[in-house]
């Protein structure tokens, strides 16, 4: 238990004691989010709050990877490419979110320009999974494998990129994501763990360690957000554990609430162009329940409930 603690601590103590000096650097600098126009409208006062936040419990987790997972002989194809994904996301948020900063607007990259990057990097995960002899392979619920061959690859493709900005969608509240993404990296921990994938189950503690440690900065009201470079990362790395693990539907209950909040998106944009008329108050749907009046701790506290019941029914069903 202790040789899991470690890694864990640690990641949380980068996190937490450089984190002020992140707030305080990007408060100097006058580097703070711009606030939807279309997004509710109590939400204006969090403009010019820092953002990017997600850039410190990404280096929190590969610096501690990176350390530790040598001195524990874990440092395999499968930790050395969840490192890769993480970071290659990152990247790609924290460029969308420059954009954002230095034009003082809310758009960042273009679509097409996201969308490729998240591709390549789906692309290198498949080509090493593939190196790795993995099964190309999906693990139906109570149906065993169904080898699909090389189409798995389009497979990773669509979870690495759908998932990635799944999570960015729902990083709509203060703390709503990054309490989501505590629950379902630890629900992978035990489940890797229990398959005796170390490697992948010290990736996803390290990743638990940093994001506790930024959630006491990040929840309501929010000293900091995480940015698209946190939440592109975090979907990215999911749904790349999701696959390793060789459960990947399974990301489907587990992270039923960033599948909801996306599925809420695309309802609300086929309701309105096919009909005229909105099925939701506001999309995504915690904007939803904002706008029946309830508050962003009780979203968040809702939401949390409901992902990890999903994912302790998630992990009993798989071990």
Request: proline share 3%; net charge neutral.
């Amino acid at each position: 238990m202790l040789n899991w603690l470690i890694p864990m601590v640690c990641s949380f103590l980068i996190t937490f004691l450089l984190m002020p000096s992140l707030i305080k650097y990007f408060r100097n600098k006058k580097e703070g989010q711009m606030i939807r126009e279309e997004g509710p409208s109590w939400h204006e006062k969090k403009s010019g709050t820092p953002t990017m936040g997600g850039m410190l419990f990404i280096i929190a987790i590969t610096v501690t990877d990176l350390i530790y997972g040598p001195i524990k002989g874990l440092l395999n194809p499968s930790l050395l490419i969840l490192i890769f994904i993480l970071v290659l996301y990152g990247l790609l948020g924290m460029w969308d979110d420059s954009i954002k900063l230095f034009h003082r607007q809310n758009e960042g990259l273009k679509a097409w320009q996201k969308f490729s990057g998240q591709v390549i990097g789906a692309l290198v995960f498949s080509l090493v999974y593939m190196h790795e002899q993995f099964p190309l392979a999906l693990k139906l619920p109570f149906a065993g494998n169904w080898h699909i061959g090389y189409w798995y690859v389009l497979f990773i493709i669509l979870w690495l990129v759908g998932f990635s900005n799944a999570v960015n969608l729902t990083d709509g509240l203060d703390g709503l994501v990054s309490g989501l993404a505590i629950i379902a990296f630890s629900a992978y921990a035990i489940i890797a763990h229990v398959q005796g994938q170390s490697s992948v189950a010290l990736f996803c503690l390290t990743v638990v360690g940093s994001l506790i440690g930024f959630i006491i900065f990040n929840h309501k009201p929010a000293k900091i957000f995480m940015g698209d470079m946190g939440s592109l990362a975090l979907g990215g790395a999911l749904a790349a554990v999701s696959i390793l693990v060789h459960h990947e539907l399974s990301l489907l209950w587990i992270g039923i609430v960033f599948v909801l909040e996306t599925a809420s998106v695309m309802l609300q944009v086929a309701s309105f162009k096919l009909t005229g008329k909105r099925i939701f108050k506001m999309s995504p749907i915690h904007h939803h329940f904002e706008m029946l009046g309830w508050s962003e701790w009780k979203v968040d506290i809702v939401f949390w409930s409901v992902g990890l019941v999903a994912a302790i029914i998630g992990i009993f069903s798989i071990i």
